[in-house]
């Protein structure tokens, strides 16, 4: 379903409310609408580190920070991902809508940064108890190899810690399989959504991170 109207917040909101998210065709091109079947989750009390991962969060040097540079995360998770890819389903006009819902407190990003300089993060939509992950990046030019996988890892700390019971992660791919997604019949997904809407007395807050990333 193509989107006729400007994104708006109210418009997300209802939308991802009722299991949709938007994506662009290109930097350019329209937007359209998606409910895939089947659905990609991250279980939370199944999210699983890869014990590479766990040593180099041990030893990591990232500062890690929520909501401090959420148009600069959502932009640089539009950027060109190498010199022969330049596919981007974020365009200008999600970069605005985002925005407004973050100014709204419904959108956040956990970003990762070394010498001040931000080298990775992830962004995503809250609604009460159901967190719907959006894109991350990492930029290891600068330092930041892993540093999307980290701010993964310090999200669902603290989704864990604020009592999310939903983290939708929409389609599969390998780089977050690792970590491990499952993939849901929609018809399941759209219960488990209807039951984390409800839960009006989880939000984000400000205690970031609720918990540490590993034990």
Known sequence: ???????NPEQLVHAYSHGFFPMADSAYGPIHWYQPDPRAIIP???FHIPRSLRRFIR??????????????TIRACAAPRSANNSE????????RAYTELHQLGFAHSVEAFLDEKLVGGIYGVSINAAFFGESMFSRPELGGTNASKVTLAYLVAH???R??????TQLNNPHIAQFGTTE???????HR??????KTAVSWGSDFPAAPPIT
């Open 1 to 7: 379903m193509m989107s006729e109207i400007p994104l």
């Open 44 to 46: 939370l009390n199944q």
């Open 59 to 72: 030893k990591s040097q990232f500062t890690i920070c929520t909501d401090t540079a959420f148009n600069q």
């Open 88 to 95: 981007t389903w974020i365009n200008e006009e999600i970069i």
């Open 159 to 161: 989704l864990r810690g």
């Open 163 to 168: 009592g999310y019971t939903l983290f939708d």
């Open 184 to 190: 849901i019949p929609n018809r399941e997904y759209l």
């Open 193 to 198: 959504l209807a039951l984390a809407i409800r």
